[in-house]
């Protein structure tokens, strides 16, 4: 079974413009989670969908939003982006929206803002 | 914001050496989980473990989980050069979803 995958692996975008990162989750599972990593902060909740609602958001700036389509895939788009955006944007599926289920994680995307 | 902390934020031993690292968070929990990630990329599940059990094992990791002190550790017995990386520990809090993340710590197994 194919893990969770994660385009684009690397970024560069210019501040101001806008970014959209791609998610496709383990084949079955419902739940989608967005991370951020940053070597200052470490790793913060953006927000989570599960059959195509959002149904938790973290403490981020309207410049950040996400969607899920009706096969799982979920994309995240940050807007007017600012330096320190820069950072390591994991996404996380889990089969349903149960507490107690396991979440893996894909290999990120690497976005830098210049 | 970090739930908690985890300590130490760096372990350096010797490969067959055992590793112990800790976790502490703040709130009540429904479950912690234990991740690895190697060199900034992806997070690997290692082990998940309710807010209703005391110890779980796989394979030569070993977790307990301690909720009158809200504290967790993870054992890795017999490491190896492969087991180098960054593990962290996750909480979900009571009525949330959203796993919380502790600092981190940096595991180094000499070889």
């Known amino acids: 079974k194919a893990g969770v995958t994660q385009t684009p692996r690397y970024l560069i975008k210019t501040r101001g413009q806008q970014v959209t990162l791609s998610c496709s989750p383990i084949?079955?599972?419902?739940?989608v989670s967005w991370y951020q990593q940053t070597p200052g902060q470490g790793l913060q909740f953006l927000f989570e969908y599960f059959s195509e609602t959002q149904r938790n958001k973290g403490n981020f700036p309207g410049r950040f939003s996400g969607r899920q389509f009706s096969n799982s895939r979920s994309e995240m788009n940050v807007s007017t982006l600012e330096l320190g955006d820069s950072a390591l944007y994991l996404c996380?599926?889990?089969?349903?929206?149960?507490?107690?289920?396991?979440?893996?994680f894909g290999q990120g995307t690497r976005l830098t803002v210049v | 914001s970090q739930q908690g902390e985890e300590d130490p934020q760096a372990l350096s031993i010797q490969e067959g050496e055992n590793a112990t690292m800790n976790c502490s968070y703040k709130t009540s929990i429904n479950n912690l989980q234990w991740y690895r990630q190697n060199s900034g990329r992806g997070l690997v599940h290692l082990i998940l473990i309710r807010s209703n059990e005391r110890e779980k094992h796989s394979g030569r990791l070993r977790v307990t989980l301690d909720t009158s002190k809200k504290s967790s550790s993870l054992l890795i017995t017999a490491s190896r050069a492969a087991d180098t990386a960054s593990y962290f520990c996750?909480?979900?809090?009571?009525?949330?979803?959203?796993?919380?993340f502790g600092s981190g710590t940096r595991l180094q197994v000499q070889p």
């Open positions: 996380a599926s889990s089969f349903n929206h149960e507490v107690n289920t396991e979440a893996f």
């Open positions: 084949s079955g599972h419902r739940s």
């Open positions: 996750a909480t979900v809090g009571r009525g949330r979803r959203a796993l919380t």
